[in-house]
């Protein structure tokens, strides 16, 4: 299915993807919709927050180019809310009255701030305007032919705040996190485009398959077998 609402300066060729948040890669503090596109932080009555929780998605990205959007459900406040990517040894979860920016705050991860910082390897430089504003749509797009994570905010793009992440070697995911409590981030688009024929087949035979498992049983030659493992 080709994606209509896409910021026009993204170029056509998109299509639709279905990854959600992952229920088995968050953080305690963190709850998700029954179609685990909403994520709640820090929704305890009593402990309300006691750190900095995060949540990653579903799928994680090594080819291509990925655009995503998280609209916030409520104005953010506190320490810290971000969006952003990472590997999976990323940091979801930071207890003890820990009250940081984790998306970025070591190799593992990139974020931006809703106080319109962009967060790597612990160090931060202003990026943009602060948001503060209740229904603010992030976009970010992750393009790994450039290597290049780019920012946009209700359709306006931000720039490039970040490079080298073709160059990281693992699959990268999408990840939100929170310090604030009752925060509430719900993802919105998702899409993808692939330029070459190659990757545009691999990526549709992998979008019939239920598990990656069932590659092994394909009746493709085994230099295929090896290309959608990897891809």
Same mark, same amino acid.
């Given at each position: 299915?080709?994606?209509?609402?896409?910021?026009?300066?993204?170029?056509?060729?998109? +299509?639709?993807?279905?990854?959600?948040?992952?229920?088995?890669?968050?953080?305690?503090?963190?709850?998700?919709?029954?179609?685990?596109?909403?994520?709640? %932080?820090?929704?305890? &009555?009593?402990?309300?927050?006691?750190?900095?929780?995060?949540?990653?998605?579903?799928?994680?990205?090594?080819?291509?180019?990925?655009?995503?959007?998280?609209?916030?459900?409520?104005? &953010?406040?506190?320490?810290?809310?971000?969006?952003?990517?990472?590997?999976?040894?990323?940091?979801?979860?930071?207890?003890?009255?820990? %009250?940081?920016?984790?998306?970025?705050?070591?190799?593992?991860?990139?974020?931006?701030?809703?106080?319109?910082? +962009?967060?790597?390897?612990?160090?931060?430089?202003?990026?943009?305007?602060? %948001?503060?504003?209740?229904?603010?749509?992030?976009?970010?797009?992750?393009?790994?032919?450039?290597?290049?994570?780019?920012?946009?905010?209700?359709?306006?793009?931000?720039?490039?705040?970040?490079?080298?992440?073709?160059?990281?070697? +693992?699959?990268?995911?999408?990840?939100?996190?929170?310090?604030?409590?009752?925060?509430?981030?719900?993802?919105?688009?998702?899409?993808?485009?692939?330029?070459?024929?190659?990757?545009?087949?691999?990526?549709?035979?992998?979008?019939?398959? +239920?598990?990656?498992?069932?590659?092994?049983?394909?009746?493709?030659?085994?230099?295929?077998?090896?290309?959608?493992?990897?891809?």
């Amino acid at each position: 299915m080709q994606c209509p609402c896409l910021p026009q300066s993204i170029s056509s060729g998109f +299509v639709e993807e279905h990854w959600v948040w992952d229920v088995n890669a968050k953080s305690p503090a963190v709850q998700l919709s029954p179609c685990q596109r909403a994520v709640y %932080f820090h929704i305890d &009555p009593i402990l309300q927050s006691e750190g900095t929780a995060g949540v990653r998605g579903t799928k994680g990205f090594v080819h291509g180019e990925h655009y995503w959007e998280v609209k916030f459900l409520e104005p &953010p406040y506190g320490t810290s809310v971000m969006v952003g990517a990472g590997t999976k040894q990323a940091q979801l979860h930071l207890g003890n009255y820990q %009250f940081i920016n984790m998306l970025g705050m070591d190799s593992e991860s990139w974020g931006l701030s809703y106080k319109g910082t +962009v967060w790597h390897c612990g160090q931060s430089r202003q990026y943009t305007e602060p %948001f503060y504003e209740k229904a603010t749509i992030i976009g970010v797009d992750l393009n790994l032919y450039d290597g290049t994570m780019a920012f946009y905010k209700n359709g306006l793009h931000l720039g490039v705040a970040f490079t080298g992440l073709n160059k990281v070697g +693992v699959p990268l995911y999408p990840i939100v996190s929170s310090t604030a409590a009752e925060t509430e981030l719900e993802l919105v688009m998702r899409s993808c485009r692939f330029l070459s024929l190659q990757e545009q087949c691999l990526y549709t035979v992998l979008q019939h398959l +239920v598990d990656e498992v069932h590659i092994d049983t394909l009746p493709l030659p085994g230099f295929i077998r090896r290309q959608l493992k990897e891809f």
